[in-house]
């Protein structure tokens, strides 16, 4: 059964939706934080307990539509009166007679961003947990955690035009829209789309333009201000006996697909326009993944400026064993043992010692070359995962103002530390001088770098009330050193500090 983008018996829906108070706050409610914090393990007995004989319309809805259990019709009907049952079985919702039997999850997905809180209701396919076993090729996943990063990855500055490309259940174009005019979705999976359609009309935005087609195709021609996808980057070995989903497997030999949304992002940006997307990419012997990832940049036809940031490394055994049991296969059984071999089978024609995942943020410069290459691990835990789009919006505005400058205009600057950075000072038994220094960045990537008392000093003075080259001079006569080699030395790591967010000039200051 397929799903159907009825807008009259959407809104219905919505409405029966609102007036149950089916919200992530009052499901929690229903069934207590523990048994919240095990359904989100994939376990659901707790919160069948929780709502065992229940029949009010949040507990019936909850258990129909966030845990996937068949529920008595006239409690479906009780629960749903405007849209009714013949409503939803003609929305490809339920099955069944006495009994109504899901055929899609609808979760509400609560969210904070700049522009305020708020809550979506997300329609997607059964989970493994529902369905009882191995997923479908053709599965549309719901809200999951690479979707989750990739929202809160996205600069919330305003934008005329979005490119969702790979979208999967609309997510990501739901979040686009809220700080865009105009947003176009694409799919290889009619699935996929008839949900993104589904999900924008229960959301009440009926204006995102959803389109069939694989990576590029569906937009030749066309620019936009910004690009998002979270691409089927999984890589999957090319066998017959090796599911591929289409959720998250690109059909393309190993780090391909990625390499390809490098290759033909830069065509479809305006001139300052912003890609971001999620990726895997592959170590090979002798050459390293972030490396690799710089040579598809380099690789662009269209100059790109990029930051890319690997937040973690798997071994192939460790990667195949995560995907395997993403896809429903438990471990241990003959079928997780076949799958794993497969995957290490690939791994090894490619002598492939490691996989990466990381966050990408390219941007087409609006004139002349890039001046923006960074690539980095990030492996520390991020303080809040959703403030990180700002973030980013902060350091390209800080690259921007003062990457630049000469060194005469940076030592020019009055600077302030962020109001997150602490430091800390490490001190062995009896010392009178730290063995180490650290800062400390309390938000963004949640950075701690180690610094010199030079460094220290410097960090601790920026108050706004002295240039940085006055700063410096006091510290070289404090310390009885050479003002011009500490000034050499201090200002390429300050760099390093604006860009990084621990630094930022004054807002009485005007940059040169």
Request: with cysteine; charged share 20%; hydrophobic share 45%.
């Amino acid at each position: 059964m397929h799903i159907h983008a009825d807008s009259a018996l959407i809104a219905a829906l919505a409405t029966d939706l609102r007036e149950a108070r089916f919200t992530s706050e009052s499901i929690r409610a229903a069934w207590g934080v523990a048994a919240d914090n095990a359904f989100a393990r994939g376990t659901r007995v707790p919160a069948l307990r929780a709502l065992k004989n229940r029949t009010d319309a949040v507990a019936v809805l909850a258990r129909l539509f966030v845990l996937g259990i068949a529920q008595p019709t006239v409690d479906v009907a009780a629960a749903l009166p405007t849209v009714g049952i013949d409503g939803v079985r003609t929305l490809g919702l339920v099955a069944g007679d006495d009994v109504c039997a899901p055929t899609v999850l609808i979760r509400p997905q609560s969210f904070v961003d700049e522009a305020g809180a708020g809550e979506w209701w997300i329609a997607s396919d059964l989970d493994e947990t529902a369905l009882g076993g191995p997923l479908p090729d053709d599965h549309v996943l719901g809200v999951g955690g690479a979707s989750l990063t990739l929202a809160g990855l996205q600069v919330p500055t305003p934008a005329g035009s979005v490119f969702d490309l790979g979208t999967g259940c609309g997510i990501q174009a739901l979040r686009a829209r809220r700080h865009a005019d105009r947003v176009v979705a694409t799919d290889i999976s009619e699935n996929a789309l008839a949900f993104a359609r589904f999900n924008a009309l229960l959301n009440c935005v009926d204006d995102i333009d959803v389109r069939a087609g694989s990576l590029f195709e569906p937009v030749a021609g066309e620019t936009f201000d910004r690009i998002v996808s979270n691409p089927p980057f999984v890589i999957t070995p090319r066998r017959d006996d090796v599911p591929a989903y289409e959720y998250r497997d690109g059909g393309m030999q190993g780090d391909d697909l990625v390499a390809a949304v490098f290759a033909g992002v830069g065509e479809h940006l305006n001139p300052g326009g912003i890609a971001q997307f999620l990726g895997n990419w592959e170590y090979r012997w002798g050459t390293d993944g972030l490396d690799r990832v710089r040579s598809w940049v380099e690789a662009s036809p269209v100059p790109l400026e990029a930051w890319v940031i690997e937040r973690e490394q798997l071994d192939p055994a460790e990667y195949a064993a995560l995907w395997i049991r993403d896809g429903g296969t438990v471990q241990g059984t003959d079928v997780h043992e076949r799958l794993l071999d497969a995957w290490l089978d690939d791994f090894s024609h490619r002598n492939v010692t490691a996989i990466g995942f990381g966050y990408v943020l390219l941007r087409r410069p609006v004139e002349g070359e890039p001046t923006l290459r960074r690539f980095e691990r990030v492996v520390t835990p991020i303080p809040a995962e959703g403030t990180i789009g700002a973030h980013l919006a902060d350091m390209l505005a800080a690259h921007d103002a003062v990457g630049g400058l000469n060194d005469d205009d940076l030592a020019a600057l009055h600077l302030v530390a962020a109001p997150d950075v602490t430091e800390k000072r490490h001190y062995l038994p009896g010392a009178e001088d730290p063995t180490v220094i650290e800062l400390n960045q309390g938000s963004g990537f949640g950075r701690a770098l180690s610094v010199d008392p030079d460094l220290a000093a410097l960090v601790g003075a920026c108050d706004g009330e002295l240039s940085l080259q006055q700063i410096s001079d006091a510290i070289a006569h404090l310390w009885e050193v050479d003002p011009v080699a500490l000034r050499a030395d201090l200002l390429p790591r300050v760099r390093e500090l604006i860009m990084g967010g621990f630094l930022r000039v004054a807002s009485t200051q005007e940059i040169p």
